[in-house]
């Protein structure tokens, strides 16, 4: 199975931007669904983006095309670039896969669908 550790969390300035990168091992990830989600302290986790095994990527509204999730399959990592970010956007930051077919059709959106979570990278924006 897959093993994910993310990297690239940090302090920000309102406006700047950050490049996370989730790492995987253990198997290839083009055989997944890999996302990033985020969570809030007291709140549910949510969805960043997801980005399916064709390279199609879905966003949260929140996103608003301020953010951008690629995967680099010589390096087997799954980066998000984070551009004007904004104090909401503080979260801890967890990069999570899932084998592509554990739905009926695309990638799900949905945390809970997801057995493969790397062990969060924090992102504060002030």
């Known amino acids: 199975h897959v093993q994910l550790v993310e990297s690239g969390g940090g302090s920000v300035q309102v406006g700047g931007s950050l490049r996370l990168s989730c790492v995987a091992s253990?198997?290839?990830?083009?055989?997944?669904?890999m996302g990033w989600f985020r969570q809030i302290p007291d709140k549910e986790r949510e969805v960043v983006a997801v980005l399916d095994t064709h390279g199609s990527a879905t966003y949260a509204d929140f996103v608003k095309d301020r953010f951008t999730i690629s995967k680099e399959l010589a390096t087997a990592s799954l980066n998000l670039q984070m551009n004007s970010l904004e104090n909401t956007d503080t979260a801890m930051y967890y990069c999570a896969a899932e084998i592509f077919g554990y739905w009926s059709s695309g990638c799900g959106r949905d945390g809970n669908d997801y057995n493969y979570w790397g062990q969060g990278t924090q992102v504060t924006v002030s």
């Open positions: 253990g198997d290839t990830i083009s055989r997944y669904c």
